[in-house]
């Protein structure tokens, strides 16, 4: 296992449409996060998966987005009716459950919403 | 909630000198750590060094070391006989140390720029 990969790395896409992002976390790491990140700024924190249970979502998390980790493996990362302003870098990472896990970070998804 | 301030957007360093990048952090919390991340041009972000809040002495990895003052809650990365791949945005990161907070709070960011 060569790290966390995120699939596609852009996605280009008209507004109102609705778009998926995948992760695949490092195998044995049960822990899996969602960031946001804007151009020239630092991630925000989106959600968070222990295994297949969603534990912490941000108010940035608006009703248009949804995450899922059904098998607590891959995720996926949802957008509805996407907005210009949901133009950013998503970055997933994942950890294991030790108690200073470091988060592992993939090379994330660019998403241009024309 | 906790924040994290990186009031450096943009700093340089001839190749071979030393570098300091600033952070500050405002918690209320007592027990937490702290990151400082590292993300190159098109490239994904790895970890430089941490910092658990409840050890005095400070970090070092290699050339890679950090000055914690908790009381100040400020957290500076100093980077020593920089070389050209050091060039990249750099990130200070705060995580809580609860259980049920697992999320990392990043800063700004600074752009480091290495001169040959």
């Known amino acids: 296992d060569t790290g966390v990969s995120q699939n596609p790395r852009h996605k280009i896409t008209k507004r109102g449409q609705n778009v998926t992002f995948r992760c695949d976390p490092i195998?044995?790491?049960?822990?899996l996060y969602w960031y946001r990140q804007t151009l020239g700024q630092g991630p925000e924190f989106l959600t968070y998966?222990?295994?297949?249970?969603?534990?912490?979502k941000s108010r940035l998390l608006s009703d248009r987005f949804s995450a899922e980790r059904p098998k607590g493996s891959f995720s996926t990362l949802e957008i509805q009716r996407t907005e210009q302003g949901d133009s950013a870098m998503y970055l997933c990472?994942?950890?294991?459950?030790?108690?200073?896990?470091?988060?592992?970070f993939g090379p994330g998804t660019r998403l241009t919403v024309l | 909630a906790q924040t994290v301030t990186q009031s450096q957007p943009e700093m340089s360093v001839q190749e071979a000198e030393t570098v300091t990048l600033s952070c500050t952090y405002d918690t209320s919390e007592s027990d937490y750590y702290l990151f400082w991340y590292k993300q190159p041009p098109s490239r994904q972000m790895i970890l430089v060094i941490r910092?658990?809040?409840?050890?005095?002495q400070n970090a070092t990895e290699n050339r890679f070391s950090v000055n914690f003052q908790k009381a100040a809650k400020s957290f500076s990365l100093k980077i020593s006989d920089s070389q050209l791949g050091d060039a990249a945005m750099y990130f200070c990161a705060y995580r809580s140390d609860n259980q049920g907070a697992q999320k990392l709070v990043f800063g700004q960011g600074t752009r480091l720029t290495i001169n040959p």
């Open positions: 998966f222990q295994n297949e249970a969603q534990l912490e």
């Open positions: 910092q658990e809040a409840y050890k005095q």
């Open positions: 990472a994942s950890s294991s459950w030790t108690a200073v896990d470091e988060q592992f």
């Open positions: 195998s044995e790491h049960n822990r």
